[in-house]
């Protein structure tokens, strides 16, 4: 048995397998969202990567002082190795994962491929938080959401985290996990991260505004605000925290490129040249390249 079905509020929920995915560059991406990183499987194996690199980094997967959850909603959730982490780490908690596509380990449920190997108190439930969370107010005790400041437009930043806080119940917890723009890495990575910035902001998302999580919080009301600001070591002089951040971000960067190309930000010559000098640059310990990553938590108060 599912649960949930009795949170959902029918209106807002996704028919994912009606959603188109259109292609670009051999590469699918999420048709109607801002959102520009591809949907295949070599992402979803950066997602993993990305998340076991963040829970090494922060030394844990969430920061909320969380003691006996029995409900938690990860937005965005991607592969949902998150919501399935937290679904084992609580197994009292029904924990939901929430997220415009599905899954890849979901889609194969039921296959008969493979062991299903989701707790059986975590689901997935489609969703596009641009159009509101399909939940009750006061659902859930634990509101989550990290890495998503390339999927949300500035202007509607304010929408998704007050939907996120009425979705929170009373005493309950919402966090943020973000990230902006690497720092100090040099010519070629300022060269990389200007680009982004740019080809985001036609897409009238703000880069920038990863930084802005805890603000963003305090200004949806709540209380006993918590923001935090690391600057995590990228590349050769951050030893293994470092590269496997660079790993990371070279595995996941190149698929910008032809966004980048297509806006007519930079050749597709000029960002491959700049995007291999970043790289060598990186893996030089001389480089003290910089990637900062912002946690921030607030409690609902009323
Ligand atoms: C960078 S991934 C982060 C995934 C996960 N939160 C993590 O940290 O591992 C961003 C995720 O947000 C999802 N996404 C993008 N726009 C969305 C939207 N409007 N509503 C719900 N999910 C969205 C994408 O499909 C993707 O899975």
């Not at 590469?27 to 963040?54: A, K, M, S």
């Not at 707790?119 to 107010?137: K, Q, R, T």
């Not at 119940?169 to 100090?184: F, H, N, Y």
């Not at 700049?274 to 900062?292: E, F, G, I, N, Y």
Request: glycine share 10%; charged share 20%.
């Amino acid at each position: 048995m599912r649960w949930f079905g009795w949170l959902r509020r029918g209106s807002a929920q996704v028919a994912m397998h009606a959603v188109p995915i259109m292609a670009l560059d051999g590469r699918r991406r999420t048709p109607g969202v801002p959102y520009p990183f591809p949907v295949d499987i070599e992402e979803t194996n950066r997602l993993d990567f990305q998340h076991y690199v963040f829970r090494y980094a922060l030394q844990g997967i969430y920061a909320a002082p969380v003691t006996d959850p029995a409900s938690i909603l990860d937005v965005g959730t991607g592969t949902g190795v998150w919501a399935r982490e937290m679904a084992t780490h609580f197994p009292r908690a029904k924990v939901i994962g929430l997220d415009v596509n599905l899954p890849p380990t979901d889609e194969r449920a039921g296959t008969g491929v493979g062991l299903d190997l989701r707790p059986s108190n975590y689901e997935f439930v489609p969703g596009n938080i641009l159009e509101g969370l399909p939940f009750a107010d006061g659902a859930f005790d634990f509101v989550h959401m990290r890495l998503l400041v390339t999927a949300l437009p500035h202007d509607r930043w304010p929408f998704v985290v007050n939907e996120m806080v009425r979705v929170t119940r009373i005493g309950g917890w919402v966090e943020s996990v973000e990230a902006t723009t690497l720092e100090q890495g040099g010519p070629a990575v300022d060269m990389l991260m200007h680009w982004v910035t740019e080809m985001l902001a036609r897409r009238g998302v703000l880069f920038s505004d990863g930084g802005a999580v805890g603000d963003l919080l305090r200004d949806a009301g709540l209380a006993n605000i918590t923001a935090r600001k690391m600057l995590l070591p990228f590349g050769a002089h951050g030893d293994r925290l470092g590269m496997l951040l660079a790993t990371d971000f070279f595995n996941g960067f190149p698929a910008l490129g032809s966004l980048i190309v297509a806006q007519g930000i930079a050749t597709q010559e000029q960002f491959d040249t700049t995007l291999a000098t970043a790289r060598a640059d990186t893996a030089s310990s001389q480089v003290r390249c910089l990637s900062p990553v912002y946690v921030a938590y607030g409690q609902r108060m009323r």
